[in-house]
């Protein structure tokens, strides 16, 4: 099972069950950073004591544990006293036959296809949470202060296209790696969160 709140439910309906729980994040870590991120009070908070409590049953219970990164398997094994035998690594990747690097004219192509100014583009891309959020404040920032580049954003950070200067919004997009081939550079913002920045290994 993905993520450790249908673990319960999944005992339930089956006790003498073998139960496989695969991490994307520490969800404790990755809820209290984005409590920090919103500027929201990360001390007694009732809601981060029952993810912590959640997360630390289904790890105590679970027969293998899988993670994405070696930092939080270390987590689940410093933390919630989990057995590092049963505590296995599974990095995240990236599909190198669907993300992979394309030549300066393709790249023009795609930039005049997508009605992007003639610029080195910088693309961003986040979906609709705290930490994206953070990270589009930072890209704002820069995008003022850098006025020769043109900085995309993609992604549901915004409820639809905009253009404001030298930033440029498409909101959600079915399919973002048109976006990427017409980049030059890509970024990632991100202070807060858990687990990989998969956008890092499709970048």
């Not at 919103?38 to 912590?52: M, P, T």
């Not at 100014?117 to 949470?129: C, L």
């Not at 954003?153 to 919004?169: A, E, R």
Request: aromatic share 10%; with cysteine.
């Amino acid at each position: 099972m993905e993520f450790a709140w249908q673990f319960e439910y999944c005992r339930r309906i089956k006790p003498d069950g073998r139960f496989v729980l695969d991490c994307h994040n520490v969800e404790a870590l990755k809820f209290h950073s984005y409590a920090e991120a919103q500027g929201v009070s990360v001390k007694d908070n009732r809601w981060l004591r029952h993810i912590e409590k959640m997360e630390r049953k289904a790890v105590n219970l679970a027969d293998r544990i899988l993670t994405v990164s070696a930092a939080d398997r270390q987590e689940f094994v410093n933390s919630y006293d989990a057995d590092p035998s049963r505590v296995v690594e599974v990095p995240n990747g990236a599909d190198t036959e669907i993300y992979f690097p394309v030549d300066r004219r393709t790249k023009e192509h795609t930039k005049r296809a997508l009605g992007l100014p003639d610029k080195p583009t910088v693309i961003f891309v986040g979906s609709n949470v705290p930490p994206n959020h953070e990270g589009l404040r930072w890209v704002e920032s820069l995008a003022r202060q850098a006025p020769r580049f043109t900085f995309l954003v993609v992604g549901s950070l915004f409820p639809g296209p905009q253009v404001n200067g030298n930033l440029i919004t498409t909101g959600y997009v079915e399919d973002y790696r048109p976006y990427q081939r017409a980049a030059d550079i890509a970024i990632c913002p991100i202070r807060h969160g858990g687990g990989t920045k998969i956008k890092l290994l499709e970048s």
